[in-house]
């Protein structure tokens, strides 16, 4: 059988991992900080009819600058964008991506402080960017001194700041946004995949004026839509101008425009659980501290938790009660999605089993 080893596979990717989070399609997932509450009946049927009006045309190429997709994007975000600053993608991982085919490649460095989001050093490699992820500081933290000192020692071409932060659910001050972005001459990117479950400031506030400030936005998590794959931006318009470079032509499928059209409209909806997965997640927090585990503070609708001696256990034992959480990087630690009401009550009726017969 032909191995990875025996194909004329790029130096730089023998030996590398796929990103490969482990997918449980029955159960309780709460491995992937999806949003469990899905998308409400209302949204699916105006969903269904905007692709149906697709479909006599799905013989055509679909609009290549999704304009009608762009000007909802820039209304729903406010803070008076326009149509010429929004880009979207097939998630934000695609985001990403092309932000470093535009802004890395050979020679130039991209940094992040971690532990933070697990595709950052993929994408780094996948287009020939080096990666340096520096560490946080106590309890996860960043202040704007030690964000800038790092980045005039690294002098990055591409900073990515993720808000709030993955695995950890860290939020950060805007005032470290805005430092970073003085003392980078490189692309900063704010990653705010989670930003609707946290009450902090967008730094979207930011853009007048910051012509390499990116903010980089997913459907994925608080939209209920993983599955459709949309992420989005919001910069300048010179920084859409050389996403235009390097993507491919005609990215977003009709289908995939069409779904995100009728979501966006129906945004309300499609957001009317994000509260209840706040409250959701303090009321977790509380009880897992009961247990003496550690719950770091989160702004995401997911919770680093830590203090087990035997996480790989834990994670087993949930697993084989049909419940999936997320291994991490951080020692004794678990990540855990906030799922619906229902999912966290068998959570939380697990991990007691979980930790004291098998911890
Ligand atoms: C911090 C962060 N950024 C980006 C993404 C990518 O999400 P998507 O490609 O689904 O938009 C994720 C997904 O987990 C994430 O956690």
Same mark, same amino acid.
């Given at each position: 059988m032909t191995s990875l080893d025996d194909l004329p596979l790029r130096a730089d990717l023998r030996?590398? /991992?796929?990103?490969?989070?482990?997918?449980l399609l029955d159960g309780i997932q709460l491995n992937v900080n999806e949003n469990s509450y899905g998308v409400p009946e209302s949204v699916q049927r105006r969903i269904s009819s905007e692709i149906e009006k697709t479909l006599s045309n799905l013989h055509r190429y679909p609009d290549r600058e999704f304009i009608e997709l762009r000007e909802l994007l820039a209304g729903f975000l406010g803070y008076d964008l326009e149509l010429a600053q929004i880009w979207a993608a097939n998630g934000s991982n695609e985001i990403l991506q092309q932000l470093h085919q535009a802004f890395g490649g050979p020679g130039r460095l991209a940094i992040s402080f971690g532990p933070t989001y697990s595709m950052y050093p993929v994408i780094a490699k996948g287009t020939l960017t080096d990666y340096k992820e520096l560490p946080? /500081?106590?309890?996860?933290?960043?202040s704007a001194s030690y964000v800038v000192e790092q980045i005039k020692a690294n002098n990055p071409s591409i900073v990515i700041l993720c808000n709030p932060n993955n695995p950890t659910g860290t939020a950060i001050e805007l005032d470290v946004v805005e430092a970073a972005y003085e003392a980078t001459e490189g692309i900063l990117i704010v990653d705010e995949a989670y930003a609707e479950f946290s009450d902090s400031e967008s730094a979207i506030s930011l853009l007048h004026n910051r012509p390499r400030l990116v903010?980089?936005?997913?459907?994925?998590?608080?939209?209920?839509?993983?599955?459709?794959?949309?992420?989005y931006m919001a910069a300048d318009p010179a920084v859409i101008d050389a996403m235009r470079l390097v993507r491919l032509p005609y990215h977003l499928s009709s289908l995939t425009q069409a779904a995100a059209r009728a979501a966006v409209r129906e945004s309300e909806t499609m957001l009317s659980n994000v509260r209840e997965i706040s409250v959701q997640r303090e009321r977790v927090a509380e009880e897992l501290k009961k247990l003496d585990l550690v719950v770091y503070p989160s702004k995401s609708n997911f919770l680093l938790v830590g203090g087990f001696s035997n996480p790989r256990a834990v994670f087993d034992y949930l697993l084989s009660n049909g419940l999936i959480v997320r291994k991490t990087t951080i020692d004794s630690a678990l990540r855990i999605t906030i799922g619906t009401e229902e999912e966290n009550n068998r959570l939380l009726e697990l991990m007691p089993s979980a930790i004291t017969s098998l911890d």
């Open positions: 030996g590398s /991992e796929p990103y490969g989070a482990p997918q946080r /500081e106590e309890g996860f933290t960043l903010i980089s936005r997913t459907m994925s998590k608080a939209f209920a839509f993983a599955g459709v794959r949309l992420g």
